[in-house]
Nanobody, 123 residues
């Protein structure tokens, strides 16, 4: 059974940094996508970043390119958030899905989800 557990959220001032982690269990090593998504109150869930753990190809939403970095090392999944802005405030979720995902930043493509971790950025 696949389980995903996020950690590392918190409150920072604009311009600050955070590191989010997603511990995955029950997945075949290097045989899935990991995606990071966020959802702010009253808004739709948005794809932030994704990584194909087999090819190591990464994908980013335009709004976070150059600021966020997704990585995976020995099944330890990390999202580095730099130069944070107040509009980055949201609940952040990691998700796992199969390698045949067509659109890695679409939440509908993913099967397994973590419980989320809150990121709050103050101005």
């Amino acid at each position: 059974q696949v389980q995903l557990v996020e950690s590392g959220g918190g409150s920072v001032q604009a311009g600050g940094s955070l590191r989010l982690s997603c511990a995955a269990s029950g997945v075949t090593r290097y045989n899935y996508y990991i995606g990071w998504f966020r959802q702010a109150p009253g808004k739709e869930r948005q794809g932030v970043a994704a990584i194909n753990t087999s090819s190591r190809t990464t994908y980013y939403a335009d709004s976070v390119k150059g600021r966020f970095t997704i990585s995976q090392d020995n099944a330890k999944n990390t999202l580095y958030l730099n130069s944070l802005k107040p509009e980055d405030t949201a609940m952040y979720y990691c998700a796992a899905g199969p390698l045949w995902i067509a659109s890695p930043l679409l939440s509908d493509e993913y099967t397994y989800w973590g419980q989320g971790t809150q990121v709050t950025v103050s101005s």
